[in-house]
């Protein structure tokens, strides 16, 4: 049998992908305007959400959610709180701000120490919007800690060890290890839950902790934009150039127009 | 950091068998060592791999180091970033790349945290400024727009390039000379355990290598119909793929058949797509495709605007004709 276990899950907010042809590249200082489109929890750190809850609802023990951003996201922590998880933490600071990936694992990592005697760092494989998938090894390296990622599959043996099952291209690893771990999750591992009403409106009873750099133990040279290796000196528009040709006709017809055509552009194979 | 120089590729191999994906970053990493006039190395880890490492000194790269000991059979984070850790405080490269598979991105992330330097992802193209700093061309918000991001300050400077971006070099004349390096971890410092490796070499080429994709949407409706995709691929040599939806219909068989979710992206020469409406993700994933065919019934559907031929009918009149007027032609 195994001990109750301390879960903290890292969730990420992102503008919702839905209004992201709202997103607008401010012409003059080339930072992403992105005022007035809401924010979500990232989809895969809600399969490690539930994945905690459902760990809690097998073994027992605590579900810790920690995120780091400004003041709005407590909303997804309130969204948090509605799927039933025990604790929510914000980093919220103008220090905290600016962060690279590895500025944003050194924070996380402080909260997470803060919040202390954990057993399982739990997170979404990759972002919906940097999709870097950097954030969840290098969390560990700044705590200390194994961990494994593309985790599809978590089975507790004894002893305090676990098996993941680790997605390869075509195909996956079996990886034993044990506690503590930070643990990638993709969206094979699960179906998550959505909140039921009742705890949304129960949710608004609970509110999230607040902590700024301050309040963690952290060294301030590794966070934020001063603790960020990497910057973006520039972006820009990328104007997708494409014909829009339509072809009518019998099918046939358009079938003999599309062949021609493709042969012309050099794309058609053996022809 | 001025002692920082040279350009290093990490040389994936997997049971004993390059990646592609390391041989094209010699590619790119030759270009750039050129440019900064410095020098070029691979790094290859693993056990009884010397063969692999005679192989890669013919792909450009000025030197190879090998790292070759049991520990470093099978992957394991904490065996392969400690080494690469070592070699980088060792040497100094002023730049590394890695190739972004499953292990290249779960490895490039952690030796970043253990050099405490910056590492960006999913680059598709890789250049140096005036100042000899590296300049990763990195697609974001959907691809909606292009950033480029710099490390000026921390090095070596990191990147990951997905496989199948940049072109893998030719064969050269001169021979890298191979370096071993002494591997001074043990069991006792990794934390993991592998139990067990599977993989099945998929059946037809892996989408992100096919140069012709048949995909279908939650248009196909079914399963049967899903064959007449299945077999245009097969007439055209090329591999199918599927949206999300037709994943989670399981009329795509495979996973790895899905486009557009996970920043997983495509760039085959041609791209036809059946029964798809054009979500973003979708879309994302084929911008890379040389040409776009879509096929649906609304004319109105996202994916006619992202694409230079738009049929406007049934997939299930166009595509045996396509089949037929295709063989004829090849007659």
């Known amino acids: 049998m195994m001990e109750p276990l301390n879960i903290v899950v890292c969730i990420k907010p992102v503008p919702d992908s839905r209004y992201w042809d709202r997103l607008s590249l401010d012409p003059n200082t080339k930072v992403l305007r992105r005022e007035g489109i809401p924010i979500v929890i990232s989809p895969l750190d809600r399969n490690a959400i539930e994945e905690a809850l459902r760990i809690r609802e097998a073994m027992g023990g ?24 025990d604790d929510a933490v914000l980093l919220t600071d103008r220090a905290f701000a600016g962060a690279d990936t ?25 972002s919906l919007d940097g999709s870097t998938g950097q954030v969840g090894p290098q969390v560990a390296e700044f705590l200390g800690i194994p961990h494994v ?34 643990l990638a999750v993709t969206r094979e591992i699960n179906d998550p839950r959505v909140p039921p009403v009742f705890g949304a409106l129960w949710a608004t009873e609970k509110e999230a902790k607040q902590w700024t750099a301050d309040d963690v133990d952290v060294d301030r040279a590794t966070i934020g934009l001063d603790g960020s290796p990497t910057y973006v000196p520039e972006v820009a528009n990328i104007e997708v150039q494409r014909r829009g040709e339509v072809l009518e006709g019998e099918p046939a017809e358009i079938a003999r127009q599309l062949l021609e055509k493709l042969r012309a552009d050099g794309v ?4 | 950091m001025d002692t920082y120089e040279g350009v ?34 691979a790094v290859l880890l693993g056990h009884n791999v010397g063969a692999l490492a005679d192989e890669l000194t013919i792909y450009g790269a000025d030197k190879v180091y090998l790292a070759d000991a049991p520990v470093l059979e099978v992957y394991r984070s904490d065996a392969y970033s400690l080494v690469l850790e070592e070699l980088i405080n060792k040497y100094k490269p002023a730049i590394f790349l890695v190739g972004g598979t499953s292990i290249g991105m779960d490895l490039a992330p952690t030796v970043a945290a253990k050099v405490n330097t910056g590492l960006s992802a999913h680059c598709v193209g890789l250049d140096v400024d005036e100042d000899g700093c590296l300049r990763s061309q990195v697609p974001a918000f959907g ?11 921390h090095r070596p400077q990191m990147a990951t390039v997905p496989p199948g971006f940049l072109k893998k070099p030719e064969k050269t004349e001169k021979k890298a000379v191979i370096e071993n390096i002494k591997v001074n971890i043990t069991e006792e410092n990794v934390r993991t355990k ?13 989408l992100d290598q096919a140069e012709t994709i048949i995909a279908g949407g939650y ?22 793929g599927a949206t999300r939806p037709a994943c989670d219909e399981g009329w795509a068989v495979q996973e790895e058949q899905m486009i557009g979710q996970s920043g997983k992206t495509v760039h085959p020469n041609l791209y036809i797509g059946a029964g798809i409406s054009g979500v973003i993700h979708h879309l994302i994933g084929i911008q890379d495709s040389r040409v776009i065919v879509a096929i649906n019934r609304d004319a109105d559907a996202p994916i006619m605007k992202a694409a230079d031929y738009a049929i406007v009918a049934d997939y299930k009149d166009i595509i045996p004709a396509l089949i037929e007027e295709y063989k004829k032609l090849k007659s």
């Open chain 2, 143 to 153: 691809g909606s727009v292009m950033a480029s991001i710099a490390c000026p300050n």
């Open chain 2, 8 to 41: 290093l590729v990490f040389a994936e191999q997997r049971d004993g068998k390059l990646l592609d994906v390391g041989l094209e970053l010699l590619g790119a990493g030759r270009q750039i060592a050129d440019k900064l006039g410095q020098e070029l190395a």
């Open chain 2, 219 to 240: 248009g196909i409706g079914s399963k049967e119909n899903w064959k007449m995709l299945e077999e245009l691929a097969r007439e055209l040599g090329g591999s199918v």
């Open chain 2, 194 to 206: 592998v139990i067990e490796v599977f993989s099945e070499e998929p059946t037809a080429k892996p």
């Open chain 1, 149 to 182: 990622t593309g985790v599809e599959k978590i089975d507790f043996i004894v002893d305090g060890r676990l098996r993941v099952r680790s997605k390869i291209e075509f195909g996956y690893m079996v990886i034993e290890t044990g506690l503590p771990v930070t």
């Open chain 1, 268 to 271: 058609l194979p053996d022809a």
């Open chain 1, 102 to 126: 590895l500025a944003t694992a050194s924070a996380l990592a402080s909260g997470i120490r803060k919040i202390g005697d954990y057993d399982l760092v739990l997170l979404g494989n990759e």
């Open chain 1, 62 to 85: 605590k579900v810790t959610v920690i995120s780091m951003g400004p003041p709005n996201t407590v909303e997804i922590l309130a969204w948090a709180y509605a799927l039933g998880v």
